[in-house]
C-alpha cells in the first residue's frame, strides 16, 4: 500500500501575507481626490479611513482629509444609514464641497448597505437646499484591489455627470488611470503642445502635490472642474492609458464590464483609444501616435528631440543593463508597461508578480515583451510572501516596484528602485515621472545608475570612472 502523505508534507493554506495590493476605497479615495472639490466618504469603520488615510499622507507627503460615517457595533447590526446622513451633514456643514463621494468598504457591503438609496432619501430630505452633488461607488475590498476601486471610482463619477453634449472638436479626454501626480502634469503639458485642451479624469495633480501653503485649505485646489467632466460626453474621443480598466458594473448595466472610457464609448458614442501605460519607447510611440490621430497634429519637435535623446541614452547605458535578471511587482498595468520598457533595454524580468488576478496579464507581458516574455513567471494573485519565496530561488539582479518589496532587495542584497505607489521610505513619490519619453528617460537612468552603484560598492578595490 503506498504510503500515506504525512500531513506537515502537505502545504498548509495560508491566508494572504504582505498583501501585493491595497484596500479597493483606497483606490477610490485618490480617484476622488482628483475632482474638483470633492470630499471622500468611507461608509465603514474608522479604522478604513484611517488606514487610508496614512497611507496616502506618508505616500504623498500633504494634508488627505477623508471621512468616515464611522461604524460601531450597533451600525453593523441596525444599519448605517443614520450614521451616513450624520458623516453628509458634517462633511458638508464643515468642508462646504462641490461634490461628496461615498465609496463602501467591506463592512458595509458585508451587511449588505444600499448606499444608493440611503443617498436618494437624503436627497428628498435636502431638497431645495444647497447641497453638493452626491455619489457612491461600491467598493468591497474582498472584490478587487485598489485599482479595481479607482477605476469603479472613475466609472460612477462619469456615469454621475456626463450628460449629453454637443460634438467640440477641441475636448479630448483623457483617463490616466492611478498615475503620479507628476505623470499627469507631464500629461497635460504633452497634450495641450498638441494645441488641445484635455479633460483629464481625474485629475489630482495639485490635490495631492499642493505648492506650500501660507494657510490651511480643508478642500484643496485643483481637480478636474466639475462642468469639464459634464462635457466628457461630446469630446471628440477618449485616450485611456492602461489595459486593465474595466470593472464589473452596477445598475442597468449589471454583468458588464466597464472602464469610464469604455462606457463613453458605449453610451455617447466617444471613440476609445487604448493603450499600455506609456513607460519605454514603444508604448510612448503607441501613445504619441494616438495623439497624432486624435488631433491630426505630428508630433511636435520638442517630443522628437525627447525620444532621440532617450534612445541615445539606450545606446550609452546598454552594457551595464543588458542581460540583467529583474523582479517587477505591482498594479497589472504598471507592471505590464515597466516589463515592456525593460525588455526592449534587454533586462530579462524573471518575476512579474502582482496582487490582482484578471487571468490576462500573463498573456498580455507576452504580446509586450517579444524578448522575454515567454519566460518570464508571472505570479499573479500574489502575495510579498510567494515573490520573495521564488526571488530567493532565482536570485535577481534588481527588483522595481513600490516601497513594500524593500525587504525583499534587503534580504538577497540587491537595489531597489522605486516606483508606483505606495513609497513610504522615500521623499519624491509623488513626483517620479513615470510615463512618456521624459518619464522613461528618468527611470532608465535610475535603473542603469542603481546597478552601477550596486557594482561599485561591492567592488573589491573600488572605482571612479567606468
Ligand atoms: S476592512 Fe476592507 S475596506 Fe476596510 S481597510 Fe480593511 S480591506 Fe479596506
Excluded at 474595466?246 to 464609448?265: D, F, I, P, T, Y
Excluded at 510567494?386 to 534587503?410: L, Q, V, W
Amino acid at each position: 500500500m503506498d504510503k500515506l502523505p504525512r500531513l506537515k508534507d502537505i502545504r498548509p493554506f495560508v491566508s494572504t501575507r504582505n498583501a501585493c495590493k491595497l484596500c479597493a476605497p483606497l483606490g477610490a479615495s485618490v480617484a476622488l481626490k482628483g475632482i474638483e472639490g470633492c470630499v471622500p466618504v468611507i461608509h465603514g469603520s474608522q479604522g478604513c479611513a484611517t488606514y487610508i488615510r496614512r497611507y496616502m499622507i506618508s505616500h504623498y507627503k500633504e494634508p488627505v482629509d477623508i471621512a468616515s460615517s464611522n461604524f460601531s457595533e450597533e451600525t453593523t447590526i441596525f444599519g448605517g444609514a443614520q450614521n451616513l446622513r450624520e458623516a453628509l451633514g458634517n462633511v458638508i456643514g464643515q468642508y462646504k464641497p462641490k461634490a461628496v463621494g461615498v465609496a463602501t468598504t467591506c463592512l458595509s457591503e458585508t451587511i449588505g448597505e444600499d448606499v444608493f438609496h440611503q443617498l436618494a432619501e437624503v436627497r428628498k430630505q435636502t431638497a431645495g437646499e444647497d447641497w453638493p452633488e452626491l455619489f457612491t461607488v461600491s467598493t468591497p475590498s474582498y472584490q478587487g484591489t485598489h485599482m479595481d476601486g479607482f477605476h469603479a471610482t472613475v466609472l460612477e463619477i462619469v456615469k454621475h455627470f456626463v450628460k449629453d453634449d454637443e460634438k467640440a472638436a477641441d475636448r479630448l479626454n483623457i483617463f490616466p488611470g492611478f498615475v503620479s501626480p507628476a505623470d499627469i502634469r507631464q500629461l497635460k503639458e504633452i497634450i495641450s503642445d498638441y494645441g488641445i485642451k484635455p479633460i483629464l479624469i481625474p485629475d489630482f495633480s495639485d490635490a495631492l502635490d499642493n505648492p506650500l501653503w501660507d494657510k490651511y485649505y480643508r478642500v484643496p485646489e485643483g481637480g478636474t472642474p466639475l462642468d469639464e467632466i459634464c462635457k466628457a460626453g461630446g469630446a471628440v474621443a477618449s485616450i485611456e492609458l492602461g489595459l486593465f480598466t474595466k470593472v464589473a458594473n452596477g445598475g442597468k448595466e449589471s454583468g458588464l464590464m466597464h472602464s469610464a472610457a469604455s462606457w463613453l464609448e458605449s453610451e455617447h458614442n466617444v471613440k476609445n483609444y487604448k493603450s499600455l501605460m506609456p513607460i519605454g519607447v514603444n508604448s510612448s510611440d503607441d501613445f504619441f501616435d494616438n495623439l497624432t490621430r486624435v488631433t491630426g497634429v505630428e508630433m511636435p519637435e520638442k517630443y522628437m528631440k525627447q525620444r532621440g535623446r532617450l534612445l541615445d541614452a539606450y545606446a550609452d547605458g546598454h552594457k551595464y543593463v543588458f542581460g540583467k535578471k529583474a523582479v517587477v511587482y505591482g498594479e497589472e498595468d504598471l507592471v505590464l508597461g515597466l516589463c515592456s520598457f525593460l525588455d526592449e533595454i534587454g533586462v530579462e524580468v524573471v518575476i512579474a508578480g502582482t496582487g490582482a488576478y484578471s487571468g490576462r496579464l500573463e498573456e498580455e507581458l507576452k504580446k509586450a515583451c517579444p524578448n522575454h516574455g515567454e519566460n518570464m513567471k508571472v505570479l499573479g494573485d500574489s502575495d510579498f510572501e510567494r515573490i520573495s519565496d521564488e526571488s530567493h530561488k532565482i536570485k535577481p539582479d534588481i527588483i522595481i516596484g513600490n516601497s513594500k518589496g524593500y525587504y525583499i532587495a534587503r534580504e538577497l542584497k540587491i537595489p531597489i528602485v522605486r516606483v508606483g505607489f505606495p513609497i513610504h521610505d522615500r521623499v519624491g513619490g509623488q513626483r517620479i515621472n513615470h510615463l512618456g519619453y521624459a518619464g522613461t528617460q528618468e527611470l532608465f537612468d535610475k535603473v542603469v545608475n542603481a546597478l552601477l552603484e550596486y557594482k561599485q560598492e561591492n567592488s573589491p578595490v573600488g572605482f571612479k570612472y567606468m
